[in-house]
């Protein structure tokens, strides 16, 4: 119960990843506010996991919204300890540059990478307090990329230079980390009633040296440690996790 009598803010914690990393703060004694735009998915995180979980809705690409609920969440724990940068819009396909309208790039941006900043903002006086931490999960397609992908893999990218830029910038008062998940399969953590088992071929496990395409307990044990005093000494660093799919030479 490393995290007991501690509070910590999720964003886009009502599935996928943020909400694995939402369930192991939990059972490790965390109090969690969720925040995410769907009422659903986050009232049924709340009643799945209990009372150490809170849901504010809202979106990360409003300030107003962001400001409130880090206030809530402080409030409500008495106390944030840390923050979790997950929320994100997660379709990296946006077609042809050329065809790439300045709403969709500017709507992806907005989200994917001015939401961390925006959250990172508002959680920085109650973090300085209790020497928090800020984790940001950024992806593999910051140093590797499909055709057609710019807007997805430009955020991710200054995901990870926001993220050693915090940490030179906040510390020693508040530790900074990243996350940089391959092919997670999220589908286990869907609200209740959506959830299904992933549909997977050999092929699909076999491009991963370690056997198998990742799943969000993968990234929620090691976002965990890095929320942990066990991370004491980390600090504007971004872990790539994804079973060597990087690291795997292709001959065609």
């Not at 119960?1 to 964003?11: D, L, Q, S």
């Not at 703060?25 to 986050?42: H, I, M, N, Q, T």
Request: charged share 25%; net charge positive; aromatic share 6%.
């Amino acid at each position: 119960m490393r995290f007991e009598n501690k509070t910590y803010f999720v964003t886009g914690g009502a599935r996928g990843i943020g909400r694995a990393i939402a369930k192991r703060l939990v059972e490790e004694g965390a109090r969690v506010c969720v925040f995410d735009p769907d009422a659903k998915a986050g009232r049924d995180a709340v009643d799945e996991y209990g009372a150490r979980v809170r849901f504010e809705r809202g979106s990360v690409a409003k300030e107003a919204d962001v400001r409130r609920a880090v206030a809530a969440a402080a409030k409500w724990g008495g106390r944030l300890d840390g923050v979790v940068n997950n929320a994100g819009i997660a379709a990296p396909n946006v077609g042809p540059t050329e065809k790439l309208s300045l709403a969709l790039w500017n709507k992806v941006l907005t989200t994917n990478l001015t939401g961390s900043f925006l959250v990172a903002k508002h959680a920085i006086a109650h973090l300085r307090k209790s020497h928090g931490v800020i984790v940001n999960l950024s992806s593999t397609r910051a140093q590797q990329s499909e055709p057609n992908t710019i807007a997805y893999s430009a955020t991710k990218g200054g995901i990870e230079s926001l993220t050693h830029a915090l940490a030179m910038s906040l510390g020693p008062e508040i530790r900074v980390a990243g996350i940089a998940p391959g092919w997670i399969s999220t589908s286990t953590y869907n609200p209740r009633g959506e959830r299904r088992e992933p549909t997977l071929t050999a092929k699909d496990h076999e491009q991963h040296p370690v056997g198998r395409v990742g799943k969000p307990e993968d990234i929620a044990g090691l976002c965990a440690w890095l929320l942990s005093d066990e991370a004491g000494f980390v600090t504007g660093q971004t872990y790539v996790v994804d079973g060597g799919m990087t690291r795997k030479m292709i001959y065609v």
